[in-house]
């Protein structure tokens, strides 16, 4: 098929560039809304592959080894550890990118 020009008329106020521009911004929605779909459903899939693994083990319980003797869970200040530099490093950024009101 050739690449001819289109025999209907753009509507009038409407030039090539303004349509081709337009088409172009489309095609990236499109391509960044089917994107985040496929990422939104392979991440979902890969957690629920964890949270399958950990279900299933733990109703397996091969031999009484889920929490064998002497196992000791970990301590709850090692989760403050490191919890603290997330919400830090969060704070951080929203101060970061937050706009200034004031003189410019």
Request: with cysteine.
């Amino acid at each position: 098929m050739a690449d001819t020009e289109s025999p209907l008329t753009p509507p009038p106020g409407v030039t090539r560039a303004s349509e081709e521009a337009g088409f172009y911004h489309e095609a990236a929605l499109n391509a960044t809304w089917t994107g985040v779909r496929l990422a939104v459903g392979s991440l979902s899939f890969a957690f629920g592959c964890f949270v399958f693994a950990y279900f299933y083990l733990r109703s397996l319980n091969s031999h009484g080894m889920w929490h064998p003797a002497g196992f000791k869970g970990p301590q709850p200040w090692a989760g403050a550890v490191i919890m603290a530099p997330v919400v830090v490093s969060a704070v951080v950024q929203h101060v970061g990118l937050t706009p200034r009101q004031g003189p410019t």
